[in-house]
């Protein structure tokens, strides 16, 4: 007979294949990704690929030694588990953090009137070139207002009423069109990134869950194989 409750170690196997499987679909999309794209990958993406890769070896390997150390019922490979599953919520709760508070500032330098960050982003032609494009289609003009475009407002913030926009006059002593979007587009840039923010919130967070979880239960079977080798221990004094 097993030191460890059989339900309980199947669902603590059957968790850990799941993760394993989990960790192989990453490391797979992963690499497939990395494939299908450009064949040099550049210094862009290249941190982001070998983060996503290492996180899914991560997942992979832990969840391998959560089955075995279950399979075994030996209390090394279930503290080494545990161990790790203690660093991983721990990092995983960070990583929500810094998230969540990164996700307050970019929030208040899209939006906020005095953001500093909006004139070290218009110093950049790339971010110039894609806001000329985000105005025409959302007919907004500035990243918080006509204002961050210094002494020359361009043609894409041109607005006409009659064509049922809100418009307004451009600022005094700027040069550009006369009548200009009343909307800023800080507000759309930043919700096209919100949703991709909120989801690694979750994603973090949730993680930090499940191994909380994972340490709990790893802990818990733990104190299972102790206590039924002190119980033999005892047992085998007392026949003698």
């Known amino acids: 007979m097993g030191k460890i409750?059989?339900?309980?170690?199947?669902?603590?196997?059957?968790?850990?294949?799941?993760?394993?499987?989990?960790?192989?679909?990453?490391?797979?999309?992963a690499i497939q990704a990395s494939a299908s794209g450009t064949q040099e990958m550049s210094s862009i993406d290249m941190p982001g690929f070998v983060w996503i890769l290492v996180f899914a070896i991560g997942v992979l390997c832990v969840s391998i030694l959560g089955i075995y150390a279950a399979s075994s019922e030996k209390v090394l490979a279930l503290k080494i588990f545990a161990g790790f599953m203690g660093i991983g919520m721990i990092t995983m709760m960070i990583f929500g953090i810094i998230t969540a508070v990164g996700r307050n500032q970019l929030k208040a330098a899209f939006t906020s009137p005095s953001s500093e960050e909006v004139y070290t982003y218009m110093k950049k032609q790339e971010v110039r070139s894609s806001l000329q494009e985000l105005q025409q289609t959302f007919k907004c003009c500035g990243i918080v207002s006509a204002k961050d475009w210094g002494d020359q407002i361009p043609n894409s913030c041109e607005c006409w009423s009659s064509r049922g926009y809100e418009c307004t006059s451009k600022p005094q002593g700027i040069r550009g069109p006369d009548q200009i979007y009343v909307k800023s587009c800080g507000e759309f840039i930043f919700s096209s990134m919100d949703g991709y923010i909120k989801i690694s919130i979750g994603f973090c967070f949730g993680f930090a869950v499940v191994a909380l979880l994972g340490l709990l239960i790893a802990i818990f079977m733990i104190h299972q194989v102790k206590q039924n080798d002190t119980a033999g221990t005892v047992y085998a004094m007392r026949s003698y």
Do not use: D, H, M, Q
């Open 5 to 29: 409750n059989e339900p309980l170690k199947r669902i603590f196997v059957g968790f850990n294949s799941f993760f394993a499987i989990l960790g192989c679909t990453l490391i797979y999309l």
